[in-house]
């Protein structure tokens, strides 16, 4: 009868608990973070495209709810840690995007992969380091399943001197 007991009471409150979703909203203002209506692409191209259950995410730069980019040159302009801040408001845009197009980030499966491309001098050599403010971003909120395969690379230059573009690719329910 105990045994009954403890599998009817193990039922009834830790297997509910097990099945409820992680409201992300809520999770994002604990964090601080509001997300913005994205602004419209700079020329020809969509901002996402959707095949199957991926979202393709065009490059998207660290751009503010107001519009307006954080720009410079890491190694010359910007300190790592201004970087590695341009690198999580780029990740923010991104869900900003990402919200827009499924409706509901609880839809988020994984984040899959992820390019990280930082505006930086030829002898700047801290790429990942940067690029991890997107990353921290993703697993802070996310979890598991924003743990993702990753590059970060160094580019002479970016659209309109941007600090850093990221591009992903999200699987996401039906």
Do not use: W
Request: with cysteine; net charge positive.
């Amino acid at each position: 009868m105990k045994k009954i007991f403890a599998l009817l009471l193990m039922a009834t409150t830790i297997l509910p608990l097990a099945a409820q979703k992680t409201d992300y909203d809520k999770k994002l203002k604990d964090m601080g973070i509001e997300l913005f209506l994205p602004q419209k692409p700079i020329a020809n191209y969509v901002k996402a495209v959707r095949t199957g259950n991926l979202i393709y995410l065009s490059g998207h730069g660290p751009t503010k709810a107001d519009g307006t980019n954080i720009t410079g040159k890491l190694g010359k302009d910007m300190t790592l840690e201004q970087g590695y801040e341009a690198a999580k408001q780029t990740g923010i845009a991104l869900l900003s995007t990402l919200k827009g197009e499924i409706g509901d980030l609880n839809k988020v499966k994984r984040i899959v992969k992820v390019l990280g491309m930082v505006n930086c001098t030829a002898d700047f050599t801290d790429q990942p380091k940067v690029i991890n403010g997107f990353s921290d971003l993703m697993v802070g909120l996310f979890g598991e399943k924003g743990k993702h395969a990753r590059s970060a690379v160094g580019m002479i230059s970016l659209p309109n001197n941007i600090a850093v573009e990221v591009e992903m690719i999200v699987e996401v329910e039906n």
